[in-house]
């Protein structure tokens, strides 16, 4: 039942006269039903490329073998490669191996090619990737080399320039070979010169007269002949001559009978090279193009020459033949830009510009104007269009422009630019602050239009609108009084920290208003300034800034500058280098306080070096005044007595300005030499010597004492008691207030007993040189060492009395006290001498004496800051540190003395100028004067 009702269904669903019951709709669709179920089955990533990384297997497991489908098949050393043009050495199995295992053992790591210095010969890492990190490290690296060779570049250039000239002076020129007898052709007589004979011509009769080529030029028929037949020829037809005619091309053609006749309309111009027609089309071209040129843009009147103007367009074909064609490419490239890209601001300026060079101005004006139709936002294209209109029209433009641009500050200076009337440029840049408030440029326009006093109040809102311009606050500040000014340059600080030109301009005005100790506080405090703020201090610029301040007058400003940054980024081995020629460079850029300040800056660091004074001393020769000279080379003999350039100097400098006896007296300054030689032999153990030095020394000098001493205490020291009594006698006649030749009489009357004239010669001492504490000291001194106290202490009463000030009388009267009277003592030397360096140093070592460290090192300290030239403090503090300090604080003050360098001290002259002592340097003098003190007090 159910079989039969289910074809009764299907055959009353089937069409009617239709045999198939399936029909093509149903084959169709069982068709599209099978490719469904096959595309079900089919995976989606067949067909696809393997992701990167993919690894077939790998998730199986089936990985870690090779077969020899992977590897190939296995082949013989000899058997020949696959590549049949294989160059030789390379055509088996065997020679591509090799190869391969060559490149692998590029690196040769063998001892015999490692240097100690520079490593392997190769690189060792050569095989391996080259990264980022390796190119920053190679820049790096390239960097420090470029600098190393910048620092060292100017003196190789000098080593190699010594190099060169010493090598052309081991193998001259030619011409330098015959240098002297060129000079000798100056003693050739006229007579001699006219006699040396001429030089005959050896050429032969051709070389001697060629003949010139004669070149005749050809006419254009002739051409425009060969251009119609195609055909090359070398020569003219004979027949041409015979009958003056052409001869027609054609086959079987007459010979025209006419001479010059060329028959119309036979010109191929596709066969030959030159179009004649294109020449006479060229013609007219630069012809319109030399009448565009010559005409006046605003009226149109030509001024061209009518008689010259024919010979000026023939000289003008040949170079401007090429440039035509130029002109229409660009012409058409740049119309095609246009079209593209029609708001494209460049490609109408272009365009304009074109046309303009090529003479067509009034194209050029209506191509911009176009222009700022289609850019209306582009202020380029209305500044172009404000320059090629004229006048009246071109104000019409930039007002125009301006509706379009509001914000615009080109335009509006423009627009200022193109009013001739003071009032109306006024009017323009007034009405461009109230749209643009923060254009530095308008606010600087509109003031410069300005009278001082409107300036000046336009410039305190300019600042408030643009408060982080230098320029506006700085011209605010100079047309401010000087205390507004300061206000002023205090907000600029306050708004732009980071720009050294607003604490440059505080100096200036300070210095201006005679305010000079506040120069070198401003300009320092503006470097730490700087500095907190992260601005790089850069010593060039900031040397620039100075010269500008000498040019300017303010001297105190620009030497502060110097005095700053002089030494900024300056490596101590090359600071004398580079300062000399800093200082030759101000004085080229005519900068001359800079460079005085340079070397007044490098004589403080140099004090003892020669080069450096007569470098100084030339430039005030050159460029300062006679007193500024004086003055230098004064201070230059002091620190180099053995200068003999200087003292010559300095003498000649007097002998020139008329000062004759000033002369004299610095020469006669000069006996230092004299004394520095004596001293030299008598250290080096030549007595002899030195004693013959001192002799003739003292024949020109004999007023000077120091020669006196050092002749006493030589034959002091050979145990010659008479002739050394002598000597101080005889310089007490000469030099009768020398102090240092009466103490060494007296301490030499003293060291062979006879204190009774050591008293005597004291007292005779006291007499000729009244008020004079040594004296009175080394006489106090005598009596105590014989044991007279009391005596003592009444010649140190007298002291006191004659010298109320003196803090070596006070010094010395503290010790002389009992105990318990010497803080009493203490306390008067303290209100008379205060910051006598004496008196502090007697109250640091009665401080030690009672135990009290702390109080004593604080005396110390407090001696050594006062006066750190005098030799015995820092003894004592070396001594007190050795009993009650630690090693630190031992090496601290042996540091800092030995960076003080002192030079006086009783105790310290005593060691220092012995003779025993003179090759010992200070640290090792502050050990042998601490070793000779006794804590007696």
Known sequence: MAA????????????????????????????????GTMNKKKKPFLGMPAPLGYVPGLG????????????????????PVDDRHAPPGKRTVGDQMKKNQADDDDEDLNDTNYDEFNGYAGSLFSSGPYEKDDEEADAIYAALDKRMDERRKERREQREKEEIEKYRMERPKIQQQFSDLKRKLAEVTEEEWLSIPEVGDARNKRQRNPRYEKLTPVPDSFFAKHLQTGENHTSVDPRQTQFGGLNTPYPGGLNTPYPGGMTPGLMTPGTGELDMRKIGQARNTLMDMRLSQVSDSVSGQTVVDPKGYLTDLNSMIPTHGGDINDIKKARLLLKSVRETNPHHPPAWIASARLEEVTGKLQVARNLIM?????????????????????????????????????????????????????????????????????????????????????????????VECCPTSVELWLALARLETYENARKVLNKARENIPTDRHIWITAAKLEEANGNTQMVEKIIDRAITSLRANGVEINREQWIQDAEECDKAGSVATCQAIMRAVIGIGIEEEDRKHTWMEDADSCVAHNALECARAIYAYALQVFPSKKSVWLRAAYFEKNHGTRESLEALLQRAVAHCPKAEVLWLMGAKSKWLAGDVPAARSILALAFQVFMKSVKLEW????????????????????????????????????????????????????????????????????????????????????????????LWLESVRLEYRAGLKNIANTLMAKALQECPNSGILWSEAIFLEARPQRKTKSVDALKKCEHDPHVLLAVAKLFWSERKITKAREWFHRTVKIDSDLGDAWAFFYKFELQHGTEEQQEEVKKRCENAEPRHGELWCEVSKDIENWQKKIGEILVVVAAKIKNAF
């Open 60 to 79: 199986r497991g089936a990985t870690g073998f090779t077969t020899r489908s992977d590897i190939g098949p296995a082949r013989d050393a000899n058997d």
């Open 370 to 462: 176009k222009g700022t139709e289609m850019c209306p936002k582009s202020e380029d294209v209305w500044l172009e269009a404000a320059r090629l209109q004229p006048g009246d029209t071109a104000k019409a433009v930039v007002a125009q422009a301006v509706r379009h641009l509001p914000q615009s500050v080109r335009i509006y200076i423009r627009a200022a630019e193109l009013e001739t009337d003071i009032r109306a440029k006024k009017r323009v840049l007034r009405k461009a602050l109230e749209h643009v408030p923060n254009s530095v440029r308008l606010w600087k326009a509109a003031v410069e239009l300005e009278e001082p006093e409107d300036a000046r109040i336009m410039l305190s809102r300019a």
């Open 4 to 35: 039969s009702s289910a074809s009764a269904s299907a055959s009353a669903a089937a069409p009617p006269g239709g045999s198939n019951p399936a029909g093509p709709g149903g084959a169709s669709g069982l068709t599209a039903s099978i490719t």
């Open 683 to 774: 250290v080096l153990g030549n007595i002899a010597a030195a004693q013959e030095l001192c002799e003739e020394a003292l024949k020109h000098y004999e007023d000077f004492p120091k020669l006196w001493m050092m002749k006493g205490q030589i034959e002091e020291q050979d145990e010659l008691i008479e002739k050394a009594r002598e000597a101080y006698n005889q310089g007490l006649k000469k030099c009768p207030h020398s102090t240092p030749l009466w103490l060494l009489l007296s301490r030499l009357e003293e060291k062979v007993g006879q204190l009774t004239r050591a008293r005597a010669i004291l007292e005779k001492s006291r007499l000729k040189n009244p008020k004079n504490p040594d």
